[in-house]
């Protein structure tokens, strides 16, 4: 069965810093997608990142990048410029492809004024 | 593009009564949903999946009687909490799969309803 591993349930940074968020998964699978979410006060899920296992090429969305390790099942998410905007929970996920998406535990994310 | 909508945003009943949350794509037709319950200070628990026409497929665990799906459109989705107990308060969130950028699947959420049962 896949997993997803978040073992920061909590971080914090000062604002205009950099921070990482780390997550591990484990599959069986060669083909499937890999999501960070970010959860805000408001509850609303929104995307914030994906990546295509079967891409080697590391996905980027502005501020926000992935540094997926396949062979490691590793897929840590960095947040640069951290405003204070960027705190929430982020859920690292996990979906083989057309199927239901399996989250991870999540981790908080602070940010410092 | 790509909204879902969730009715109603919070609901507060009664201890055996029933409760009707409606999920609803907005602006996309949505073969499959999907329906989470999400406890404070936790992570998303997948409870069904639904699609539209057939019997929704339940998680492990979750008792289909108590929690009555239906998809009988291709734009909506209702999950029924039957003869509800505090133990069922909770935040429930939808998601629905809607084609994104291509030809990828991509799953959109709701912005959740908060039941509280008293």
């Known amino acids: 069965a896949q997993t997803v591993t978040q073992s920061q349930p909590e971080m914090s940074v000062q604002e205009a810093e950099t921070v990482t968020l780390s997550c591990t998964y484990d599959?069986?699978?060669?083909?499937?997608?890999l999501f960070w979410y970010k959860q805000p006060p408001s509850r609303q899920m929104i995307l914030v990142i994906r990546?295509?296992?079967?891409?080697?090429q590391n996905a980027t969305e502005n501020r926000f990048s992935v540094n997926f390790q396949k062979a490691a099942k590793s897929f840590s998410l960095k947040i640069s410029d951290s405003q204070l905007g960027d705190a929430a929970m982020y859920f690292c996920?996990?979906?083989?492809?057309?199927?239901?998406?399996?989250f991870g535990k999540g981790t908080r994310l602070h940010i410092l004024p | 593009g790509a909204v879902v909508s969730q009715h109603p945003s919070r609901v507060i009943c009664k201890s055996g009564t029933s409760v009707k949350i409606e999920c609803r794509s907005l602006?996309?037709?949505?073969?499959?949903m999907f329906w989470y319950r999400q406890f404070p200070k936790q992570s998303l628990m997948l409870m069904a999946t639904?699609?539209?026409?057939?019997?929704?497929?339940?998680e492990q665990g979750v008792e289909k009687d108590k929690f009555l799906i239906n998809h009988a459109s291709l734009t909506l989705s209702t999950l029924t909490v039957t003869s509800a107990h505090p133990e069922d308060s909770s935040f429930y969130i939808c998601?629905?799969?809607?084609?994104?950028?291509?030809?990828?699947?991509?799953?959109?959420f709701g912005p959740g309803t908060r039941l509280t049962v008293l």
């Open positions: 998601s629905a799969n809607g084609v994104s950028g291509g030809s990828y699947n991509e799953q959109f």
């Open positions: 599959t069986s699978e060669s083909d499937y997608y």
């Open positions: 990546q295509e296992a079967y891409k080697q």
């Open positions: 996920a996990y979906r083989k492809v057309d199927d239901k998406i399996i």
């Open positions: 602006d996309f037709q949505a073969t499959t």
């Open positions: 639904s699609n539209e026409g057939s019997k929704a497929t339940y």
